[in-house]
């Protein structure tokens, strides 16, 4: 069964209505999507490929070799006839980008820098359409859930809600049965735009009980609904597990950039998502206190972590 793949063009012209009810479907129920024709240049997808690839190999490939995950698979294969497996560490070579520490981004690597803000920027700008299409799916007024994610503020102030990009490499595995390329688990944030590798597959999410591969398919931007959005909508859309196995051959490529809330936005079901006198499914939370117990229970079932966080 494939990942849905949505014509994102298609929101402006004659089949505008029918291709709102598909991306609402896919909300509902996939909580991923892939979109193409999304308005991001593939001249500036192609560079993106070809300056993360160079980064890892100039900046990053000797680090992961003396990482802790490659010593502990190397002492795990010393063992004669184990049976254990690598559970608190992820086959993962990671970091990240934002407008605060652009000053610490990759500088040996010609036209990382410069690439990367110019996508950041496009790929920020297709975050908040796609929020936009969510608000009006939902039946809220456009601009609902960017104005929630940064604190209440309006369009004319100064933005608040937090816009990283994960930019990450998973080698290849010498034993790919011990040890997760990243561990399941849902987003906390809000809207993630995953720009993956379109050669090596390994994402997986988890669908009615059963693991599907989110198949590579050229410069399509993946979408997928983060435990923030569960919340605004009431449970409409939910956030949906996701995994990325290690494997044994090439080194899969994956960029993920996240709108999520200010750590100061409070985030609560949406008041016209209720029905009169119904309760909200979810509690209503300061941002910054759920990442707090999301750090602690990320790959541990969800529902408590609603639970868990101090209610405002």
């Given at each position: 069964?494939?990942?849905?793949?949505?014509?994102?063009?298609?929101?402006?012209?004659?089949?505008?209505?029918?291709?709102?009810a598909?991306?609402?479907?896919?909300?509902?129920?996939?909580?991923?999507?892939?979109?193409?024709?999304?308005?991001?240049?593939?001249?500036?997808?192609?560079?993106?490929?070809?300056?993360?690839?160079?980064?890892?190999?100039?900046?990053?490939?000797?680090?992961?070799g003396?990482?802790?995950p490659?010593?502990?698979?190397?002492?795990l294969?010393?063992?004669?006839?184990?049976?254990?497996?690598?559970?608190?560490v992820?086959?993962?070579?990671?970091?990240?980008?934002?407008d605060?520490?652009?000053?610490?981004?990759?500088?040996?690597?010609?036209?990382?820098?410069?690439?990367?803000?110019?996508?950041?920027s496009?790929v920020?700008?297709?975050?908040v359409?796609?929020?936009?299409?969510?608000?009006?799916?939902?039946?809220?007024p456009?601009?609902?859930m960017?104005?929630?994610?940064?604190?209440?503020?309006?369009?004319?102030?100064?933005?608040?809600?937090?816009?990283?990009?994960?930019?990450?490499?998973?080698?290849?595995?010498?034993?790919?049965?011990k040890?997760?390329?990243?561990?399941?688990?849902?987003?906390?944030?809000?809207v993630?735009?995953l720009?993956?590798?379109?050669?090596?597959?390994?994402?997986?999410?988890?669908?009615?009980?059963?693991?599907?591969?989110?198949?590579?398919?050229?410069?399509?931007?993946?979408?997928?609904t983060?435990?923030?959005?569960?919340?605004?909508?009431?449970?409409?859309?939910?956030?949906v597990?996701?995994?990325?196995?290690?494997?044994?051959?090439?080194?899969?490529?994956?960029?993920?950039?996240?709108?999520?809330?200010?750590?100061?936005?409070?985030?609560?079901?949406?008041?016209?998502?209720?029905?009169?006198q119904?309760?909200?499914?979810?509690p209503?939370?300061?941002?910054?206190?759920?990442m707090?117990?999301?750090?602690?229970?990320?790959?541990?079932?969800?529902?408590?972590?609603?639970?868990?966080?101090?209610?405002?």
């Amino acid at each position: 069964m494939a990942i849905p793949v949505i014509d994102y063009s298609k929101t402006e012209g004659e089949e505008r209505s029918k291709t709102l009810a598909e991306i609402a479907h896919c909300c509902e129920e996939w909580g991923f999507f892939q979109l193409v024709n999304h308005g991001i240049s593939e001249e500036l997808l192609e560079r993106v490929k070809k300056v993360a690839s160079e980064c890892y190999k100039v900046e990053r490939e000797a680090g992961f070799g003396e990482s802790e995950p490659v010593k502990k698979l190397k002492e795990l294969m010393e063992k004669e006839s184990c049976d254990e497996r690598i559970d608190d560490v992820d086959w993962e070579d990671v970091f990240l980008l934002t407008d605060d520490n652009a000053h610490q981004w990759p500088s040996k690597t010609a036209g990382f820098r410069e690439t990367m803000k110019e996508y950041r920027s496009e790929v920020k700008k297709l975050a908040v359409r796609v929020m936009e299409t969510m608000d009006e799916n939902l039946g809220l007024p456009k601009g609902y859930m960017k104005k929630a994610f940064n604190g209440g503020k309006e369009e004319e102030e100064a933005e608040e809600a937090f816009f990283g990009t994960k930019v990450s490499h998973y080698p290849p595995c010498p034993k790919p049965e011990k040890v997760a390329g990243l561990r399941a688990h849902t987003d906390a944030g809000g809207v993630i735009l995953l720009f993956q590798d379109d050669e090596v597959e390994s994402l997986q999410i988890l669908k009615d009980g059963v693991w599907l591969d989110v198949q590579p398919l050229k410069n399509a931007i993946v979408i997928n609904t983060g435990d923030q959005v569960e919340v605004l909508s009431n449970g409409r859309y939910k956030s949906v597990w996701h995994r990325i196995l290690a494997t044994p051959h090439g080194n899969r490529r994956s960029i993920a950039s996240f709108y999520n809330p200010s750590a100061e936005a409070t985030i609560h079901p949406a008041p016209q998502l209720l029905p009169e006198q119904a309760k909200a499914e979810y509690p209503s939370f300061v941002f910054g206190d759920y990442m707090s117990v999301y750090a602690e229970q990320k790959f541990l079932p969800k529902e408590p972590r609603f639970q868990a966080v101090k209610a405002v």
